[in-house]
C-alpha cells in the first residue's frame, strides 16, 4: 500500500484548508485510515481517523468541532477539512492507514503499518 498526500501550504489563522490522502494497492475491508501530525520538537500526535466498517469517524480534542474528516466510497482516498485552524495546527501532517489495528489503538501512531511522505502546514496569525 502506498499513500500520497497533498493539498498542505500556508493558511491563515480562521481560514480553512483541504488536506488529500491517496492510497494505492489496498482492497482491505477493515481498514483504518486518517491523519497524525508533527510539529517541531514535539511527538508524532493523532489528528483524526476514520474506521470501516461502517466509516466512524474520530477526533483528537484539539482539532474537534474544526476539522472533518470524510472519504470517498471505495476507501481509498481520505480527506482533511481543516476549518478555523489556528497557529498550534501549524505542523507536518501525515497520512497513515491500518489493517489490524483495533478500536482502543487507532491514536497511537505504532498501530499503522503505511504512512505517506507528510505535507507541511503553516498556519499564521
Known amino acids: 500500500v502506498q499513500l500520497q498526500a497533498s493539498g498542505g501550504g500556508l493558511v491563515q489563522a480562521g481560514g480553512s484548508l483541504r488536506l488529500s490522502c491517496a492510497a494505492s494497492?489496498?482492497?482491505?475491508?477493515?481498514?483504518?485510515m486518517g491523519w497524525f501530525r508533527q510539529a517541531p520538537g514535539k511527538e508524532r500526535e493523532f489528528v483524526s481517523v476514520?474506521?470501516?466498517?461502517?466509516?466512524?469517524?474520530y477526533y483528537a480534542d484539539a482539532v474537534k468541532g474544526r476539522f472533518t474528516i470524510a472519504s470517498d466510497n471505495a476507501k481509498n482516498t481520505v480527506y482533511l477539512q481543516m476549518n478555523r485552524p489556528n497557529t498550534e495546527d501549524t505542523a507536518v501532517y501525515y497520512c497513515?492507514?491500518?489493517?489490524?489495528?483495533?478500536?482502543?489503538?487507532?491514536?497511537?501512531?505504532?498501530?499503522?503499518?503505511?504512512w505517506g511522505q507528510g505535507t507541511q502546514v503553516t498556519v499564521s496569525s
Open positions: 497513515a492507514r491500518s489493517h489490524t489495528a483495533i478500536l482502543s489503538s487507532i491514536t497511537y501512531a505504532q498501530s499503522y503499518a503505511y
Open positions: 494497492g489496498g482492497t482491505q475491508s477493515r481498514v483504518v
Open positions: 476514520i474506521r470501516w466498517p461502517g466509516g466512524h469517524t
